[in-house]
C-alpha cells in the first residue's frame, strides 16, 4: 500500500477514535435570486400504505445560472419519523438552500 494512503487511512481511524463517527457536511447551495413559485403536482396514488409523498422543489443549477424542477416522490419513512421538506431561504444578499430531512415525530 502507498505510504500516502496508509497515512490516511490512520488518519481516518484516528478521527473515528477522537470524535466518535465522522459526519460530512452538506455543501452549502446558494443562488442569487429566489426561486420561482412551487409548480403545482399532480400527486399520484401511493404505491402502498406505507409511502408518503415527499414533495418536488426548484434546485439551483449553478452552470446554468438557472432553478430547475426536482419532481416529488414516493418513499417509505422509518417509523415514527415524518418529513421536513427543503425550503430555500433568503441569505445574505441571495437564498439558501435547506435540505429537507426526516425527522421523529
Partial sequence: MPR???RLLRLAALSLL???CVVAQPAVIAAPAPP???QVEIVPVAPGPAYVWVPGHW???PRLATYAWVPGFYAVPQPGYVYAPGHWVPRGGGHVWIEGRWRLR
Fill in 4 to 6: 500516502s494512503i496508509s
Fill in 18 to 20: 477522537v470524535g466518535g
Fill in 36 to 38: 420561482p413559485p412551487p
Fill in 59 to 61: 434546485a439551483w443549477r
